[in-house]
């Protein structure tokens, strides 16, 4: 496998539920899709909109893991695409009531941005394939993850700026020691 270089990036995932053994199961079963989990954040109350309470009832808990492997910018659909196929394996397991117990949202960071998958379209998202939009939710500037207009609420929270700081020392960490060995 050849060394990670810039244009590869973080893994990182968003997971919500309101079922810790959901957020438990998904980080076993992205850790065996995705590899080792390097960073976990605490989880943190997701109450800032109620557009997933009908699916996914209220008291919802979101969690941020950051995987060990780099990855390429290319990947960002592929990975969108396996998060779709996790939601819907736990949906079929039928250990859960509602219509969607879980979301996962992955996502990529490199020095300048954090950028996420989805499947919806809009004005600031760009189209990668098959379904896949991109968007740069966070860009850093002056040592920290600043929102653009469009940034969801959940990732203007301390918390997450905090989480995706670290994760982003551990990037670079990754990069220099790659640049040691080749």
Same mark, same amino acid.
């Given at each position: 496998?050849?060394?990670?270089?810039?244009?590869?990036?973080?893994?990182?995932?968003?997971?919500?539920?309101?079922?810790?053994?959901?957020?438990?199961?998904?980080?076993?079963?992205?850790?065996?899709?995705?590899?080792?989990?390097?960073?976990?954040?605490?989880?943190?109350?997701?109450?800032?909109?109620d557009y997933y309470t009908a699916a996914m009832g209220p008291g919802l808990?979101?969690?941020?893991?950051?995987?060990?492997?780099?990855?390429?910018?290319?990947?960002?659909?592929?990975?969108?695409?396996?998060?779709?196929?996790?939601?819907?394996?736990?949906?079929?397991?039928?250990?859960?009531?509602?219509?969607?117990?879980?979301?996962? $949202?992955?996502?990529?960071?490199?020095? %300048?941005? &954090?950028? *996420?998958?989805?499947?919806?379209?809009?004005? +600031? =998202?760009?189209?990668?394939?098959?379904?896949?939009?991109?968007?740069?939710?966070?860009?850093?500037?002056?040592?920290?993850?600043?929102?653009?207009?469009?940034?969801?609420? $959940?990732?203007?929270?301390?918390?997450? %700026?905090? &989480?995706? *700081?670290?994760?982003?020392?551990?990037?670079? +960490? =990754?990069?220099?020691?790659?640049?040691?060995?080749?």
């Amino acid at each position: 496998m050849p060394p990670p270089t810039t244009i590869d990036a973080l893994l990182v995932t968003a997971v919500f539920s309101r079922y810790a053994d959901a957020l438990a199961w998904a980080r076993q079963r992205l850790t065996d899709v995705f590899g080792p989990v390097a960073l976990a954040g605490e989880p943190y109350s997701f109450h800032h909109t109620d557009y997933y309470t009908a699916a996914m009832g209220p008291g919802l808990k979101k969690q941020l893991f950051a995987f060990e492997k780099l990855v390429p910018l290319a990947k960002l659909a592929d990975d969108k695409h396996v998060a779709i196929e996790l939601e819907n394996e736990l949906l079929q397991s039928g250990q859960y009531p509602e219509q969607r117990p879980i979301n996962i $949202d992955p996502g990529l960071l490199n020095l %300048g941005k &954090f950028m *996420l998958a989805t499947t919806k379209d809009n004005a +600031q =998202r760009i189209y990668l394939r098959d379904g896949i939009f991109a968007e740069v939710t966070l860009y850093f500037k002056d040592g920290e993850f600043c929102p653009w207009p469009w940034t969801y609420a $959940d990732y203007r929270e301390p918390a997450v %700026g905090e &989480f995706l *700081l670290c994760a982003r020392e551990y990037y670079k +960490q =990754r990069l220099a020691k790659a640049e040691v060995e080749t």
